[in-house]
């Protein structure tokens, strides 16, 4: 097989991203780039290739796109889909165009549905056949058992005349394929972009029609356009998301060489803590954040959902302070920031939480308790379920409050505050994000439940 090829997957984002070179001609193509790109231009590098062309499959929600940055490093020409607004220079591709890239053949497909202007690009490898596709990559038009979803640029009529479009798409671009051809999609487990996406980085077109329920139902228009409008298991949309397709559309400033953000001693990180535009995100995880903390803190536990969860609390126009578990923290952290458009951090706090408690500074503690100890206290405490709304349907404590953790920053007016507040979620990291995010926003009364929903069901606590 002459398709030189690599997959990039970011488990933050459930993210990939691939490049597609021939070694014959030397040229390669990036596709769906994130914002961090030394990744792409240091494998060209490995493989001797220089990249021609960068092209994302559709303007996303999710995360800001690295096209611009890989354009000003390597002179690559950006591709985008002939059905997109851009603001940016690049080559408008129509369906079925064709790119040279040496023996391997690319041809472009329009597979709109998750977006209006969504392309999927259709691989044949020269050495086995130039007739018979090898690779698909689908972007969001084709997912480890499952599509993307339809809802994310308008309301409900707009929603549902984009899952009639995917129905379409689906029909007669995508089930037509042979049943080999390999299927790489850039929304994989963990993005919100799916509803049931699979855990495996990739599948195959035969794979698909036998396991993916939605494509069972594409036969039927109807059924399908049902199937893709039932919202009620989809994860809630991050605030963060509204601003990203509206930057990648212009094309995301280049980032150009990222330094360190700044070692701040406790005295200069207190001082800068106290400005009105500025907001201590800890980065630590819940149980070292609930025994200690700098009063106003937001914590946001460095992990897998750490993007996701920071671009839900974190207002875009503040300056970031951190406070970090280790030093080896920092550019990970200020690297999942800058990939949803937050700018870099103004510093972090050197010596970490050791180095501030040592001068003597008032911390704050967030309440926690167990289950054992709910159990006890039900009709005193207002349970405040933030898990998505697929969880909360599964089961919830009887008479909980459900905000969905996404939807929280504007809906603070409805907590409660004459009474103590349990927030739960699925284990307890996603209750710290939000019981912090209450207790920094003037609510007194939040307790962090040790464990969430696992806990209080394994305990046999009541449900409905």
Known sequence: MKIEFEQFHLESLGHASYLVGSSESGEALILDPRRDVDVYVEAAARRGLRIRYVVDTHQHNDYLSGIAELARRTGATLLGSAEAELGYAHRALADGAELELG?????????????????????????????????????????????????????????????????????????????????????????????????????????????????????????????????????AVPPYWLRMRGQNQQGPAPLGIVDPPVALQVDEFAEQAAREDIVVLDARSPEAFASAHIPGAQNVGLGASFATWAGTVIDPDVGILLVLEEPDDLMDVTWQLLRIGYDRPIGWLAGGMFGYRTTGRSLDRLPTMTVAEAADRLDELEVLDVRQPGEWSAFHAPDARFITGAELPDRLDEVPRDRQVLVACGSGYRSSVAASLLARTGHDNVINLIGGMAAWKNAGLPLD
Do not use: W
Request: hydrophobic share 35%; glycine share 12%; proline share 6%.
């Open 103 to 235: 023996d391997v053949g690319v041809k472009v497909l329009l597979t709109p549905g998750h977006t209006p202007e969504h392309l999927s690009l259709l691989l044949y490898d020269g050495e086995q056949s130039s007739d018979e596709p090898a690779m698909l990559l689908s972007g969001g038009a084709l997912l480890v058992g499952d599509v993307a979803r339809p809802d994310l640029l308008g309301g409900q009529a707009q929603t549902q005349q984009a899952a009639k479009t995917f129905c379409h798409t689906i029909q007669t671009k995508l089930l037509p394929l042979p049943d080999h051809v390999l299927v790489y999609p850039t929304h994989v487990a963990g993005s919100l972009c799916g509803g049931s996406i699979g855990s495996r980085l990739s599948t195959t077109v035969g794979y698909g029609k036998r396991v993916n329920a939605l494509l069972a139902s594409v036969n039927s228009s109807e059924e399908f356009v049902e199937s893709c409008l039932d919202l009620d298991g989809l994860p």
